[in-house]
C-alpha cells in the first residue's frame, strides 16, 4: 500500500526564528556589553541594575518598532505588487498567461505543457499562480508585523533579562565575571538551539553568535575601563 511522503523542511521557520534570535541575541550581547561597560568604570551594583534595567527596556522597545517598521515596509510594497497583477489580469489575461507560461518554460517544460499548465492554473486561481511563480510572494514569505514585532521584543526580554540575573545572584566583587562567564555560556546555548531549529550546523552556528558576541562585550569592557 503507498504511504504519502512528507518532507520536513526547515524554511518555514525562517520568519519567526531569524526575529527570536535575532531578539535574544541583541538581548544577550547589548545588555551584558552595557553592564560590563558600566562595572568596569567602577560603578555601583545599584548603578549597574539600573543601567541593565533601562538597556533591556529600551532595547525591547526599539527591536519591536524596528522589526515593525521593517515588516511592515516589506507586507506594504507586497501588496503593492499584488494590487499591480490583479489589475494586469483584469486587463491582459492573455498576455499573463503567456507569461506564467515563459517562467515554465524556464525551469524546463516545452511550450505546449507550459501553455497546458499556465491555463489550468490561472483558470483554478490565476492571482495565487502569478503570486507564487511571478512574484515569489507565498503563504510561507508572506510579511507578518506584528508577530515579528512581538517575537523580537520577547525574544530581546529574555535575551536581556539573563545577564541582569547574573548580577542579582553574584556577589558583588564578581559581578564582572559573572555576567561574562554566564553570557558566553547563554550565547552558546542560544547559538547552538538556533542552529539545530533551523537545520545548519550546530557547531558552525554556535562559534559565529558566541564570538562576535564576547567581541562585543571586550570592547565595551574596554572602553568602561578607560572611564
Known amino acids: 500500500m503507498y504511504r504519502a511522503h512528507k518532507e520536513h523542511h ?26 560590563l561597560g558600566v562595572a568596569a568604570s567602577g560603578s555601583s551594583e545599584t548603578a549597574i541594575l539600573l543601567a541593565g534595567s533601562s538597556g533591556l527596556v529600551a532595547g525591547a522597545m526599539s527591536m519591536a518598532a524596528g522589526e515593525y517598521v521593517s515588516v511592515s515596509s ?23 498567461i503567456e507569461e506564467l507560461a515563459e517562467i515554465y518554460k524556464k525551469r524546463g517544460l516545452d511550450d505546449q505543457l507550459a501553455r497546458e499548465v499556465a491555463q489550468q492554473l490561472m483558470d483554478k486561481d490565476a492571482l495565487r499562480a502569478h503570486m507564487r511563480d511571478e512574484i ?17 521584543a520577547l525574544a530581546f526580554v529574555v535575551g536581556a533579562g539573563l545577564p541582569l540575573l547574573s548580577v542579582w545572584l553574584s556577589p558583588a566583587e564578581y559581578t ?8 558566553v555560556v547563554f550565547l552558546m546555548i542560544l547559538g547552538g ?20 558576541g564576547a567581541v562585543a562585550m571586550a570592547v565595551t569592557t574596554g572602553i568602561g575601563t578607560l572611564f
Open 176 to 183: 564582572q565575571s559573572a555576567v561574562a562567564v554566564f553570557s
Open 10 to 35: 526547515k524554511s518555514q521557520k525562517v520568519g519567526w526564528l531569524r526575529a527570536a534570535v535575532m531578539g535574544a541575541n541583541d538581548g544577550v550581547v547589548s545588555t551584558a556589553a552595557l553592564i
Open 136 to 152: 515569489g510572494i507565498t503563504e510561507v514569505s508572506g510579511a507578518s508585523p506584528l508577530a515579528a514585532a512581538g517575537s523580537s
Open 193 to 212: 538551539l538556533a542552529a539545530y531549529t533551523g537545520g545548519a550546523n550546530v557547531v558552525k552556528g554556535t562559534v559565529r553568535v558566541t564570538f562576535w
Open 74 to 96: 516589506q507586507a506594504d510594497t507586497q501588496k503593492a505588487d499584488v494590487e499591480q497583477e490583479r489589475t494586469a489580469l483584469k486587463e491582459n489575461p492573455e498576455e499573463e
